[in-house]
Structure formats: structure tokens, C-alpha cells
């Protein structure tokens, strides 16, 4: 049987596996591979993280014009950092247009998860575009960047990124995405 040799594991092992796949098909996961569902989960995180940051970047963009206009910044800055911050003109205007920017990634990410976790190809191809991309935008950061360890950041970034590609290459994968979906 594969299992076992004895029939009580036999039937342990019948069991198992009848409850596992009735699982599995209540939560819609029966013919996806598993790791197509981890990078819908991953998108669904990077959603929240990014609802998160764009909350705090509003927060940051309200309050930095509060403590403009009551002076309290000036008071703990020297003439040359409030000339540097005076140079990039309304500050908070660019905390608001980050907001925006991570706000419609998050739209972006919760579709793209979506089209992952129901199989649809548009969300494989979007996805390996961005990892194309990442992998692009990490290697012009190694040759412009002032980070204190470019390599190690395109390093990582081109391993996940290859990684993710490699995948969603993969013969099975393409089969279950360009599959016809009921």
C-alpha cells in the first residue's frame, strides 16, 4: 500500500489522506502547486505591509506640515538642514505622493495574489515581469547606489527574483495556469 505494511496502517493512511484532500478542496488548494499558493500568501503580506507604510507615510506627511507651520522644527534644526529641507520645497506633498504610490501597489499586489491563488495567467506573467524588473532596477542600484553594501542587496535580489522566475517557469506551473479554468 505505501503506507505500510500492516492493514490497520493501510487504513490510518487511507484515512489520513481522504481528510487531507477534503481539506485541501474546501480551501480551493487541491490541483494548485503549493508554491504558486505561498506567492499569492507572499503578495497578500506585501499588501499589508504596504497598506501599513502608506498609512505611516500620511501620518508622517500631516504631521511634518504641523511641525512647520509651529516652528517647533526650525528650533532643533541648524540654518544648513532646514536649507536642505527648504530645497525639496513642500515636503509633505512628498510624503502624500509615497503614500499614494505604496497605496496603489497594495491594489496592484491584492490583484496580482488573486490571479495567483485562481489560476488566472495574467497574474504569473505580471509577476514575472516585476521579477524581471526587480532584478533590473537592483542591478542599476549596485552601479549608482550609495548604500553601504549594493552587492549584498543585488545579491538577494537577484536570488529571490531567479528564483521566482525559475518557478514560475517550470513546466508544471505554465500547465497549471494556462490550463482551462472552470
Do not use: H
Not at 493501510?10 to 504558486?36: W, Y
Not at 517550470?170 to 497549471?176: D, E, N, P
Amino acid at each position: 500500500t505505501g503506507c505500510g505494511k500492516s492493514a490497520r496502517y493501510a487504513s490510518f493512511c487511507s484515512c489520513l489522506e481522504t481528510i487531507i484532500n477534503k481539506l485541501l478542496f474546501i480551501i480551493g488548494m487541491k490541483d494548485r502547486p503549493l508554491g504558486v499558493s505561498i506567492l499569492s500568501i507572499l503578495s497578500y503580506v506585501g499588501v499589508g505591509v504596504n497598506l501599513i507604510l502608506a498609512f505611516l507615510f500620511f501620518i508622517i506627511g500631516g504631521s511634518s506640515t504641523t511641525l512647520l507651520e509651529s516652528g517647533e522644527l526650525e528650533a532643533s534644526l541648524t540654518a544648513e538642514e532646514i536649507a536642505e529641507l527648504q530645497a525639496f520645497g513642500n515636503i509633505s506633498g512628498l510624503f502624500y505622493v509615497v503614500a499614494v504610490v505604496l497605496l496603489l501597489f497594495a491594489v496592484l499586489g491584492f490583484f496580482v495574489g488573486r490571479a495567483l491563488w485562481k489560476g488566472q495567467n495574467w497574474g504569473r506573467v505580471l509577476l514575472l515581469i516585476f521579477s524581471i524588473m526587480g532584478i533590473l532596477v537592483s542591478l542599476f542600484s549596485l552601479i549608482l547606489s550609495s548604500l553601504p553594501n549594493p552587492l549584498l542587496n543585488f545579491i538577494l535580489t537577484l536570488v529571490l527574483n531567479g528564483v521566482i522566475i525559475w518557478y514560475l517557469m517550470r513546466k508544471k506551473v505554465i500547465m497549471y495556469f494556462t490550463l482551462k479554468k472552470k
